[in-house]
């Protein structure tokens, strides 16, 4: 063996002639500030202090509401049973001219990040992407959010409740997870990651994997209770062994987007309650605003917006149904309400309520989705259905439980706009106008508590004003990416000084087309209409710092300054990254087929169970496709349950084994068409499935049973998007698609695939043959 060379630096060290460079240690480590020796003896530990904000930093409470009108809380002028929201208010103050874009995500993007939505990728919803900077289906890496920073500075984070701020395709078990809330500045995750999910059987997340809900809607069980009971948990675990830390704890509420869904007792609360119909509810409720000191004097009350009929003209079938699913809502904001009251109540018990900060906002206006008339079923909205008001009444006693995923019409909707036009979606005031409260000791004087503010300020300043509240300065480079800048204004002057100048001179809004702009009291807006040309529709001027309500267009008036108004649009659109303007919405709603995706470019899904629950948008694209959906079983005698369904009771499908038969329940909307076998499944191993083909709006289903077709029945109503709560394999997650079982009615026998094989007419004629096989000879070799 060769003897290996002498080292020079080796020997010194051995003979204690020179110390050990420390520079490995410090480039794992560097804030490490000891001293190496060569042995313990020579050497001085150090243990560097992790990041703490200081023994007096506040804890942050962040309230989201969902499309809560700026009218509908107490506070804000309803008479809606809000008293631990009015409390709260009582205790903070209102802000009055508070503004938010016209939708969920991009609101949620610029509200964690004091940025606007365009620029840190968020134009829309999460459930696409574009392939555009302005539409990544999650915030950029290069804007860090307000849990990142408050995170990095020390505190502990937590978001419950709604997150759609991540590609939904990326969010089921496969991930990635890196858009996951845990990967943006949370420690902590518990609820949905979509856009909405039923209120009884939701579909929900702990951190980074899904879960299936404690307990069931028979044993009582609400969403909103489940959330505030996991965030006082959260809030617990840390403050009980950490209680020098501080606590950032986002809490996102599915109340109030559809469904609304409400426990029995409080929905028997409002029967009756809103009988007298919209206008005068509208006319009473703008009366409480003015009364409040929330309007500017001479504001006036929005005439209808078009579609919106005069309560008197509405037939017998219109009101019932309009009354049942307001009183629906007005019970799902109360219901949500008292959550929030557990909450500060379990703050204050706990003593950290004088030391936390709280914020309530809403995202966006009330919700459009309901149509003229509201629907039980709000799926139909997004598949082009009108439901009549005749249909829906027979099933009145449903609205607001299990068995409806519900939303109001317009009439009501606007009622909660009061005293604006038009709705969520939209960049007239109706949707980009909300309720905002701020409360802490901290923050607001005593001799301000209750009061209202009337400065403009948008979303995307919260998080500013927040930073300079708590002192932090954010980062311009995180992890190695450069950080864009904030482009919000701090408004924290206001908490104490109700006439301190507003921070902000210009505003942009825009969602799918349709424009606005707030410069110093004026504004320019623009109701585009999706395919109308961008250069020639008109725009409306409104001096809203006295005509808030947007009833008296200036546009002929001042040709001039609304030329001027509409040049600044595009340079703050090219300034903060809007550009292009897109008005596609829906239709983007669709999966891309492609390599290394959960939509393969052939079309055809290979699941093996066990798996997870998907979201909608990561499973198989069956919504509006015709498809074979092919399972390889294995059965003794008796062997029965669900081998893949999609959806919940309100819409869906369902393929599953019962009484030795195959059957296949499509559940459009409540209307099932349910078809089953003439013969007996097989003992032992077979593939057994249907085949399912659309025909315009209608569509045809077959079973299948090793390859031989059975049963076969049309469809009336061929569904295009099914539901919000996306499929299982192997059992039936959630509420039962069908009502022939119980979910989940798991399958008792050996289910080793489950294969959906998309658009027979863009594959080869034998792909369902060559995956049957495919199925067999892998069931032969187990």
């Given amino acids: 063996m060769s003897t290996p060379p002498r080292s020079e630096r080796g020997a010194a060290l051995r003979r204690g002639e020179v110390t050990p460079d420390p520079g490995p240690a410090r480039r794992a480590l560097p804030d490490w500030q000891g001293r190496l020796g060569r042995t313990l003896a020579e050497s001085e530990p150090h243990w560097p202090a992790p990041p703490h904000p200081g023994e007096d930093a506040p804890n942050l409470v962040l309230i989201v509401l969902d499309d809560t009108g700026f009218a509908h809380l107490g506070c804000y002028g309803s008479t809606i049973d809000t008293r631990h929201l009015d409390a709260l208010a009582g205790r903070g103050l209102r802000y009055t001219n508070f503004h938010v874009t016209p939708l969920c995500s991009p609101t949620r993007a610029a509200l964690l990040t004091g940025r606007n939505h365009h620029e840190v990728g968020m134009r829309a919803v999460s459930n696409f992407d574009t392939g555009f900077p302005n539409m990544l289906g999650h915030i950029s890496d290069h804007a860090c959010t307000l849990a990142e920073v408050l995170h990095d500075a020390g505190w502990a984070t937590f978001a419950v409740g709604k997150w759609h701020l991540a590609p939904i395709e990326q969010c089921s078990a496969a991930g990635p997870w890196d858009q996951w809330p845990c990967q943006r500045g949370f420690d902590r995750f ?76 409080y929905l028997d609360r409002y029967r009756g309650a809103f009988d007298e119909g919209w206008d005068v509810m509208r006319e009473r409720w703008f009366a409480r605003q003015v009364e409040m000191g929330l309007l500017p004097p001479g504001t006036e009350l929005a005439p209808r917006n078009p579609g919106v009929k005069a309560w008197v003209e509405l037939d017998e079938d219109e009101r019932r149904l309009a009354l049942r699913l307001q009183e629906a809502f007005a019970a799902f904001l109360d219901h949500t309400d008292d959550q929030i009251g557990r909450l500060l109540a379990d703050l204050e018990a706990s003593g950290e309520l004088d030391d936390t900060i709280v914020v309530v906002v809403s995202d966006n206006g009330a919700s459009q989705e309901g149509g003229p008339f509201g629907v039980l079923h709000e799926m139909k909205f997004f598949n082009g259905i009108l439901e009549t008001p005749a249909e829906a009444v027979a099933h009145l006693d449903e609205i607001g439980g299990p068995h409806s995923h519900a939303n109001y019409p317009w009439g009501w909707a606007q009622a909660g706009n009061t005293p604006f036009r038009w709705y969520k979606q939209d960049t007239h005031e109706g949707g980009v106008h909300v309720p905002f409260i701020v409360a802490g000791d901290r923050l607001v004087p005593p001799a301000a508590r209750g009061g209202v503010r009337h400065q403009f300020q948008h979303v995307n300043d919260v998080a500013v004003t927040l930073y300079e509240v708590l002192g932090i300065e954010p980062p311009t480079e995180r992890r190695g990416l450069p950080q864009m800048p904030l482009s919000g204004t701090s408004f924290a002057a206001s908490f104490a000084d109700p006439d301190a100048p507003s921070t902000k001179h210009v505003q942009y809004f825009e969602m799918a087309g349709k424009r606005g702009i707030w410069h110093e009291g004026w504004k320019a807006v623009c109701r585009h209409r999706q395919g109308d040309d961008y250069d020639t529709e008109r725009w409306e001027l409104y001096h809203v710092a006295v005509d808030p309500s947007e009833c008296h267009d200036l546009a002929d008036a001042e040709p001039e300054r609304l030329e001027a108004l509409i040049d600044l ?133 077959r079973l299948l049973l090793d390859g031989e077709p059975d049963t076969a029945a049309d469809l009336p109503l061929f569904m295009s998007t099914i539901s919000s709560v996306g499929p299982s394999v192997g059992y039936d997650h959630g509420s039962a698609v069908s009502r022939r079982y119980t979910a989940p009615f798991p399958f008792t026998g050996a289910l080793h695939r489950v294969d959906i094989l998309l658009s027979p007419d863009r594959r080869p004629a034998d792909a369902v043959t060559r995956a049957t096989a495919e199925m067999r000879a892998e069931m032969s070799r187990q």
């Fill in 569 to 701: 649009w595009w340079q703050e659109a090219e300034a903060h990254g809007v550009l292009p303007l897109d008005d596609r919405m829906i239709e983007l709603f669709g999966v891309r087929f492609r390599e290394r995706s959960p939509h393969p470019p052939d079309r055809h899904y290979v699941y093996r169970p066990p798996l997870s629950p998907m979201p909608g948008q990561a499973g198989a694209a069956i919504g509006g496709r015709g498809f074979d959906l092919l399972a390889a079983i294995e059965r003794g005698p008796g062997d029965e349950g669900v081998l893949f369904a999609t959806g919940t009771e309100n819409a869906g499908l369902s393929l599953f084994v019962q009484g030795d038969r195959l059957v296949f329940d499509y559940n459009a909307f409540d209307d099932h068409t349910v078809i089953e076998s003439t013969r007996p499944v097989p003992l032992g191993a077979s593939v057994v499935g249907v085949e399912v083909r659309r025909d315009g709006r209608r569509g045809t289903a």
């Fill in 190 to 265: 518990y609820g949905f990651l979509e856009g909405e999910t039923d209120q009884f059987n939701p579909q929900l997340v702990a951190d980074n994997h899904p879960i299936e809900p404690p307990a069931r809607p028979e044993d009582g069980y609400h969403l909103s209770e489940d959330l505030v009971d996991r965030a006082i948990g959260m809030i617990h675990d840390a403050r009980s062994v950490r209680p020098d830390r501080p606590f950032f704890c986002y809490l996102a509420f599915g109340a109030t987007h559809a469904p609304h869904q409400a426990p029995a007792a």
